[in-house]
């Protein structure tokens, strides 16, 4: 009886094995045994499935009898695997980490040892899965920096919407200031030079607040092709005499919808990055396409949703950037130049239009082998609007009047200075913090109220609306971060300002 049971055993235990080992090689996950050395120091590999040959690039016969632990990269995994091959009956161990591949390349696994205990004798074998989590750790490596950039864009927004008050302020008095001391050559100087002091912190407070995606933008259907083309010749220039800049559009290039005089900022900060890596003779390219996000590629390409885009792509053979550079590339204020030579201020420019825009933007780069920054903006469906002679850059004339203002503004100290201006130039002003105290203060006013400046967000659209039902004639300005727009678009077009 007992010979026979030892008989089927015999005859099924081949099957069964081809059975395991072909179980082992149709796994997704790269899975190996081992077996631990006398000394337990150590063990050997017994076996490993074609999935962990091709994430590790080593073949079995150069796998045969050696060390897996030799492979991780972490100190703390080596040690950890040490410590647990020498426990007699410990449980299973994982975790997560780089792995070396033969070619010196690097992937990101999990992975997790399990002892394979017999039912009789000593647990001297395990198995071993390691599963591939190099895309998903880019991925989220991907996202925490997104995240990152955002806190600090809406940090940086906040203080340069808070600096632009203050700024605002200063460039106003300085104008009011100008006109006062108009005969007095020495004190018009020094008033002069303030305001260009000024004007230069202003620009800063737009570049922060266009990371932070803050700043006003006067967004249209435009070609980035006519955009290049007609910035090309300013490109050059920056480039210098001995650099090339090198176009290749699209000739079929679809359009997109963006703030044009700020999508111009982008290229030519690009065009100054490009510059401060390039060496001598050295050349940028800028190229253009069209590019279609498929729902299957949206999966693997982060955040990217599926859909029509266009490309835009600056590349240059210059110095290059490592991968610690490209972390903080896009931070407002970071910087490789020496001290005192750059603001750190232009990349983040880039990414805050780009985002407004609705756009992407990457960079790829290695020392020694140039950067290549690649934008993508949704395409817009609508054709471009004609285009209009460019108005001549004449002067335009100081006004005077004497209509009735209400000036909505909270900061009392711009308020202040924007009634002064208006009131030097004899118009009557009425100025409330609040546009519910405006709305009290128009009824209140002698004379009905011609010209609302209000920032339409939140309650500044309802009093407009309001002051315009009574008063059909009234003119609306909107303020927004104390930058002129017409949006009030349900206004009859004769009454828009």
């Known amino acids: 009886m007992k010979k026979n049971i030892r008989r089927r055993a015999a005859s099924v235990r081949g099957p069964a094995a081809a059975l395991l080992a072909a179980a082992l090689r149709a796994q997704?996950?790269?899975?190996?045994?081992?077996?631990?050395?006398?000394?337990?120091?150590?063990?050997?590999?017994?076996?490993?499935?074609?999935?962990f040959c091709a994430m590790t690039g080593y073949n079995r016969e150069e796998l045969a009898g050696q060390s897996q632990i030799v492979l991780h990269m972490e100190r703390s995994d080596r040690e950890r695997l040490t410590r647990w091959l020498k426990k007699s009956q410990p449980g299973p161990l994982a975790g997560e980490g780089y792995v070396l591949r033969k070619d010196g390349t690097m992937i990101y696994t999990a992975w997790s040892f399990s002892h394979v205990i017999p039912a009789r004798g000593q647990n001297i074998h395990f198995v071993a899965t390691y599963r591939d989590m190099t895309v998903k750790r880019s991925l989220q490596e991907a996202l925490v920096h997104a995240q990152r950039l955002d806190a600090l864009g809406r940090l940086a927004g906040g203080?340069?919407?808070d600096f632009n008050n203050l700024i605002s302020v200063i460039n106003g008095y300085c104008e009011?200031?100008?006109?006062?001391?108009?005969?007095?050559?020495?004190?018009l100087h020094a008033v002069g030079e303030i305001h260009r002091a000024g004007r230069k912190a202003a620009k800063l407070t737009r570049q922060l607040l266009a990371f932070g995606r803050r700043q006003p933008m006067d967004a249209r259907v435009i070609n980035l092709n006519q955009v290049v083309r007609d910035n090309a010749e300013i490109l050059e220039?920056?480039?210098?005499?001995?650099?090339?800049?090198?176009?290749?559009?699209?000739?079929?290039?679809?359009?997109?919808?963006?703030?044009?005089?700020q999508f111009q900022q982008v290229l030519l900060n690009l065009t100054i990055n490009a510059r401060d890596a390039l060496r001598d003779q050295g050349r940028m390219v800028i190229r253009t396409a069209n590019r279609e996000i498929m729902p299957e590629m949206h999966r693997r390409l982060t955040d990217i949703p599926p859909g029509r885009y266009v490309t835009l792509t600056v590349s240059d053979n210059g110095s290059g950037m490592d991968a610690e550079t490209q972390k903080h590339l896009f931070e407002p204020f970071f910087t490789t130049k020496p001290e005192g030579q750059g603001t750190g201020l232009g990349l983040a420019l880039v990414y805050g239009v780009v985002q407004q825009s609705g756009g992407h933007i990457t960079v790829n780069s290695k020392p020694e082998d140039g950067s290549t920054f690649e934008i993508m903006l949704p395409e817009a469906r609508a054709p471009l609007p004609a285009r209009t002679a460019k108005a001549g850059a004449s002067r335009v004339p100081r006004t005077r009047g004497h209509e009735t203002v209400l000036l909505v503004e909270e900061d009392e100290v711009l308020r202040d200075m924007v009634a002064g201006v208006l009131t030097s130039d004899g118009y009557r002003v009425v100025d409330a913090p609040l546009p519910r105290e405006g709305r009290e203060k128009a009824r209140a006013a002698d004379k009905p109220v011609q010209l609302l400046i209000v920032n339409l967000a939140g309650e500044g659209e309802s009093l407009a609306r309001a002051l315009h039902a009574a008063r059909p004639g009234?003119?609306?300005?909107?303020?927004?971060?104390?930058?002129?727009?017409?949006?009030?678009?349900?206004?009859?077009?004769e009454h828009q300002r």
């Open 28 to 51: 997704g996950e790269g899975v190996f045994i081992g077996r631990r050395a006398a000394n337990r120091s150590g063990y050997v590999m017994v076996f490993a499935n074609e999935q």
């Open 159 to 161: 203080v340069a919407h």
């Open 176 to 187: 009011l200031l100008a006109t006062q001391v108009a005969d007095r050559a020495e004190a």
């Open 237 to 261: 220039r920056l480039l210098g005499s001995n650099r090339h800049l090198v176009l290749e559009l699209a000739g079929d290039l679809g359009n997109v919808r963006t703030d044009p005089a």
């Open 474 to 493: 009234l003119r609306v300005l909107n303020i927004c971060n104390h930058n002129a727009q017409q949006t009030l678009v349900w206004l009859p077009p």
